[in-house]
């Protein structure tokens, strides 16, 4: 079966500190990459997302993540984090057919 | 401009009662889908649609029921609850004959079962 790992689940960063997140996945077609966000207390936002071409796509407020087919990796990357970044960030994985698969998800914490 | 609407935000049920959970969106979707949210475990697809009249079983289907009368709705059936379904549930549309994985969420709806 198809899965997502998130290697964080909880990560605390000072601002301007730098970001990574990990995220691999289990499937050898295909895929479609996904950075998802979530605010306390909202819905999930898409970050950025990953089709073909370039394997460095860049998203919103600053985020970026690379695709490295040979490690079944897409990292979340942001050079220097905010206090605003607190939130909960998801990879998800769509492989094949009409499932998106999410990982467990990592909670940022950023301190002021 | 809303996109993706849920209801009710909250509900509290008791161990047996039924309910539905309510799904609209408005962006002529023809993908609809419903997950549950808990600690420590992601988002889970419960049931999805890719049109009018067709569903699908996701990853933890049981003790669920879809319908899909029109494009717009997809509403979620309880029909005995369970405590173990205390969770957050969110509702998820996408682009269905072209569809890329990428979803636009509802806010989502908390239930908790005593």
């Known amino acids: 079966a198809q899965s997502v790992s998130q290697h964080n689940h909880h990560v605390i960063l000072s601002e301007a500190a730098s970001l990574e997140l990990g995220c691999n996945y289990s499937?050898?077609?295909?895929?479609?990459l996904f950075w998802y966000v979530q605010y306390p207390g909202q819905h999930l936002q898409l970050l950025l997302k990953?089709?073909?071409?370039?394997?460095l796509v860049k998203g919103i407020k600053g985020f970026e993540a690379e695709f490295i087919k040979s490690k079944f990796s897409f990292n979340l990357r942001k050079p220097s984090v905010q206090w605003s970044d607190t939130a909960e960030y998801f990879c998800?994985?769509?492989?094949?057919?009409?499932?998106?698969?999410f990982g467990a998800g990592t909670r940022l914490f950023v301190k002021a | 401009n809303a996109g993706v609407t849920q209801t009710p935000k909250f509900q509290v049920l008791k161990t047996g009662q039924s309910m539905t959970l309510q799904c609209a969106q408005d962006?002529?979707?023809?993908?609809m889908s419903w997950y549950r949210q808990d600690p420590g475990m992601g988002l889970r697809l419960i049931h999805y649609?890719?049109?009018?009249?067709?569903?699908d079983q996701g990853e933890v289907p049981n003790g669920y029921n879809v319908s899909r009368s029109t494009t717009e709705d997809f509403p979620l059936r309880l029909l005995s609850a369970a405590p173990s379904q205390t969770s957050v549930y969110f509702c998820?549309?996408?682009?269905?004959?072209?569809?890329?994985?990428?979803?636009?969420f509802g806010e989502g709806s908390r239930l908790t079962v005593l």
């Open positions: 499937y050898g077609g295909t895929v479609n």
């Open positions: 649609s890719v049109g009018a009249g067709i569903t």
């Open positions: 962006m002529n979707h023809e993908y």
């Open positions: 998800a994985v769509r492989a094949g057919g009409f499932k998106t698969i």
């Open positions: 998820a549309s996408g682009q269905g004959t072209t569809f890329t994985g990428e979803l636009f």
């Open positions: 990953y089709f073909s071409g370039d394997p």
